[in-house]
């Protein structure tokens, strides 16, 4: 606790840090210092939990190609069907979950739902059949179905409107990093690790992060986290007032009428969509497609050439957060990005382009990671 503590006053004492942070030099040092705290507070535990979660998703990927197939005697479409199985409990649990963030302490809700996840995906290690994998996949999707939004409210609730794109980026990017580390971890585990403590290398890498309960904060209106002071609280209440919307709501028709007459939320869920469904080509189609080529690619390639379009995932990211809290422009940056996604789409549309390019076309796809801010 006392390191933390530490840690802390070293941090926010770092100019650099407070600079990469977005923080003006002409604000007030104690403000300085309460935002680079909410950072550290924040995003450590978000970016971790995110990063596990991607990790564990790709994870089941690698896995399959690197022994699981084989040990559990997996056919057919079985595994789609624990993919589907983790989606269904995701997707039905998620809009139930995050009402119930706005209305309990999430600094609670989010490190408990966290320690539940990790003992569902450390199931997973020792199941022997495709049906245990089914039951942990479904516990786990229920487990993790308000991590992102959790994450992504406490963020909104705490930070100014100018202060969100850059560390709506650095959480996002936990995501493909997640990604990259499952291919390098799983890689190295069926190298290093096969049937070590008699586990084979595919059942090794399954982590979790449970350290939430010590440092994360629930929203500002409802209790003071434990590594800010009185004034440093009651600063950063009074640096949003005015700027957030209110962090409890409350179920009503007006709720509905004021959503649904809007032509925001059928745009938004429009193009939400159609990029989900169209430009994500670098993720499972990638971590797929060398697994279909075993006279070219070898376990460990399989496992790790993805992780390049994971690379430029992140720095898509990175950039558009920083020029997003910069200009305010969300419209050019979507544009922007738009252009090497479809290039890269429309390569791989093409298909017959050689494999050098259809490599690329995957890769440079890796460029919609800069649309998620």
Not at 8 to 14: F, P, R, Y
Not at 80 to 85: L, Q
Not at 86 to 112: D, E, G, K
Not at 275 to 285: D, E, F, I
Request: proline share 5%; hydrophobic share 45%.
């Amino acid at each position: 606790m006392a390191l933390f503590h530490t840690n802390l006053k070293m941090g926010c004492g770092c100019l650099p840090l407070q600079n990469c942070a977005g923080i003006p030099r002409t604000c007030p040092m104690q403000k300085r210092n309460c935002v680079l705290k909410l950072d550290l507070l924040i995003l450590v535990f978000g970016c971790l939990s995110f990063f596990t979660k991607y990790l564990d998703q790709s994870a089941i990927t690698n896995a399959y190609v690197s022994g699981m197939k084989a040990d559990l005697h997996l056919h057919g479409n079985q595994l789609n069907y624990t993919t589907i199985v983790f989606w269904i409990s995701y997707c039905t649990s998620m809009i139930p979950a995050c009402y119930y963030l706005t209305r309990t302490r999430i600094n609670v809700v989010l490190p408990a739902l966290e320690a539940g996840w990790g003992l569902f995906t450390f199931g997973c290690a020792w199941a022997q059949n495709v049906q245990t994998i089914y039951a942990m996949r479904f516990f786990v999707g229920l487990c993790e179905s308000c991590s992102f939004t959790g994450v992504i409210y406490a963020i909104g609730s705490w930070y100014k409107p100018g202060e969100i794109g850059r560390r709506v980026a650095l959480f996002y990017i936990a995501a493909p990093l997640g990604t990259m580390f499952a291919g390098y971890l799983q890689s190295a585990a069926y190298t290093n690790l096969n049937h070590i403590y008699g586990l084979a290398g595919w059942r090794n890498p399954k982590l979790t992060y449970t350290s939430g309960f010590i440092a994360f904060p629930d929203v500002p209106h409802r209790s003071k986290p434990r590594f800010l002071t009185t004034a440093e609280h009651d600063l950063a209440n009074s640096r949003l007032t005015g700027l957030t919307a209110p962090s409890q709501l409350k179920i009503s028709r007006d709720i509905f009428k004021r959503v649904l007459a809007r032509w925001h939320w059928y745009i938004f869920v429009a193009q939400w969509t159609l990029l989900n469904q169209n430009a994500q080509a670098s993720g499972m189609p990638f971590n797929s497609y060398p697994s279909a080529k075993p006279d070219l690619y070898s376990v460990s390639r399989v496992n790790t050439l993805p992780t390049i379009a994971t690379a430029v995932s992140v720095i898509s990211a990175v950039v558009a957060g920083v020029v997003a809290d910069r200009t305010g422009r969300f419209d050019i940056l979507s544009l922007a990005v738009s252009i090497p996604t479809l290039i890269g789409t429309a390569m791989l549309v093409v298909w017959d382009v050689g494999e050098h390019a259809r490599l690329a076309a995957f890769i440079i796809t890796g460029s919609q990671g800069g649309k998620s801010i």
